[in-house]
């Protein structure tokens, strides 16, 4: 039997980058041999189908969000941590000439409301960054700088649809009017701190 000359998460890693530029419904089989460079029987072999490889890419870009929950978890202030995590996605969103946005809201947009494998792997990834935002929320309550009366979960869910949202927003607004847009909403979001 012949090993394997690569590694899966790289090729996973790989697709993940034609997924998040394509969208799953565009991107084709071929997308992903020539964004992988391996090919269909090898791609078969190791994910089984295309909506494998899709999974599979979808747990990887959890480590991409990776720098948002340490971000989160860092020193600092709930109303300073959260601003500049909302600045990076602004900033990614304004920054990114593709316009790919993040691959979890466009997976939540396109399949997770008929694809229950998709569906888990998107709350898996969004629960980490709420976790997250709940953990600062409550640190910043027993430090004094958020009101006790606020429901920390609650407002982690907000966040979390907000920076969804931003994503969202992004896409669908003219350029001309996506930064101030956002700013907007970032200074709106914060307000509820």
């Not at 997250?132 to 700088?145: M, T």
Request: proline share 4%.
């Amino acid at each position: 039997m012949r090993t394997k000359e690569f590694e899966p998460d790289e090729i996973a890693d790989a697709a993940m980058q034609v997924f998040w530029q394509r969208g799953y419904a565009a991107t084709s089989v071929q997308d992903l041999v020539d964004g992988t460079g391996l090919s269909r029987s090898s791609l078969y072999s190791t994910f089984e189908n295309k909506e494998g490889l899709y999974q599979q890419a979808l747990r990887r870009y959890a480590a991409v969000t990776t720098a948002n929950v340490e971000l989160l978890s860092g020193p600092g202030s709930p109303h300073t941590l959260i601003r500049q995590l909302l600045v990076a996605i602004a900033d990614n969103e304004l920054n990114d000439p593709q316009r790919r946005g993040c691959l979890v809201a466009n997976a939540t947009l396109e399949l997770a409301g008929r694809d229950e494998a998709v569906a888990e792997l998107v709350a898996h990834n969004l629960q980490r960054l709420q976790k997250a935002l709940e953990a600062l929320i409550r640190r910043g309550q027993q430090a004094g700088e958020v009101a006790p009366e606020k429901n920390p979960r609650a407002l982690a869910r907000f966040f979390v649809n907000t920076m969804q949202g931003m994503r969202v927003l992004s896409k669908g607004t003219p350029q001309r009017l996506r930064r101030q847009s956002l700013l907007d909403v970032i200074d709106v979001a914060l307000g509820t701190l």
